[in-house]
Every structure is written in structure tokens, then in C-alpha cells.
């Protein structure tokens, strides 16, 4: 396999969680804390911690230090592969 097709399979793997689409909606809209995802989420902070491993283990997500808080942004150009590929099969099914 080659380097897209790889990053294609970590995409659905880690999209296959729930948890992990709605933490990926919520990012979409800019960079929060894992507090924040919490709220928006409606989840604990441990399911976030766990989820939020997943999505980097993809590397759909990057975790970083804003004024001694960490902030997580996603990573959008790691989803232009799998999204290209939904795009493909509506523009087909149309």
C-alpha cells in the first residue's frame, strides 16, 4: 500500500467511532481544549483522552501548548484523500 492508501484506511478506522465523527465536527469549526470537547461532546474526559489517541494515532489531529493549555486543531489536509474518494462515488451514483 502506498502512503494515501494507508492514510485512507487510518481515516475510516478512526471515522468508524462515533465518538470520533463527533470530535471531528466539532473541530472542523476551529481548535478547542479537551475541556471543551468534553462539553461539546457530551463526553467524559476519559472517552475524550481515549478518542482523541485514536484520531492522532491517524493523524487527524494535532495536539499542542496555547498559554499552558493544550488545544487540539484538526488536520484537515489528512482527510482530502478519503473525502475525494466520497466525492468520487456521488458524483458516480448521481
Known sequence: MNATEIQFALNLKALSLPQC???VQVLI?????????????KL?????????????DAG??????????NRVSLQ???LKPTLAW???????AD
Open 60 to 69: 487527524l489531529v494535532k495536539v499542542r501548548k496555547v498559554n499552558g493549555e
Open 76 to 78: 484537515i489536509a489528512k
Open 21 to 23: 465523527r463527533r470530535l
Open 29 to 41: 469549526s476551529g481548535s478547542a481544549s479537551p475541556g471543551e470537547l468534553s462539553k461539546a461532546c
Open 44 to 56: 467524559s474526559p476519559a472517552s475524550i483522552e481515549k478518542h482523541l489517541d485514536i484520531l492522532k
Open 86 to 92: 466520497f466525492l468520487q462515488l456521488k458524483i458516480k
